[in-house]
């Protein structure tokens, strides 16, 4: 496959959790987990290096936690706490290291998108 496939969303109640899984091909110097909610710009909740360095929005630290499984292909958010704001589409990505960091990465390998709602 060349793109991600997201899989893990759903409906869940405020303070409620879900994990996010995304099945990726290939090895990549970044992967993360965008959202986009209606009528706003798609945004970076989460990003992990080969290396394993990790780079959180503010929004959602200390209630999200992005890993990977090298040997499943796999990419995981799990996502504590949840507020209704954090309600969008989650994408899955992955690109390139620049510089050893993701900062100046540019993404193009989408998956289609697992939908998150909580609700109050």
């Known amino acids: 496959q060349v793109q991600p496939v997201e899989s893990g969303g759903g409906s869940v109640q405020a303070g409620g959790s879900l994990r996010l899984s995304c099945a990726y091909t290939?090895?990549?110097?970044?992967m993360g987990w965008f959202r986009q909610a209606p009528e706003k710009d798609r945004e970076a909740v989460a990003i992990?290096?080969?290396?394993?360095?990790?780079n959180y929005a503010d929004s959602v630290k200390g209630r999200f936690t992005i890993s990977k499984d090298n040997a499943k292909n796999t990419l995981y958010l799990q996502m504590n706490s949840l507020k209704t704001e954090d309600t969008a589409m989650y994408y899955c990505?992955?690109?390139?290291?620049?510089?050893?960091?993701?900062?100046?990465?540019?993404?193009?390998?989408w998956g289609q998108g697992t939908q998150v709602t909580v609700s109050s």
């Open positions: 990505t992955t690109g390139p290291l620049y510089d050893n960091t993701c900062e100046r990465t540019e993404y193009n390998n």
């Open positions: 290939g090895t990549w110097g970044c």
């Open positions: 992990i290096t080969f290396y394993n360095v990790t």
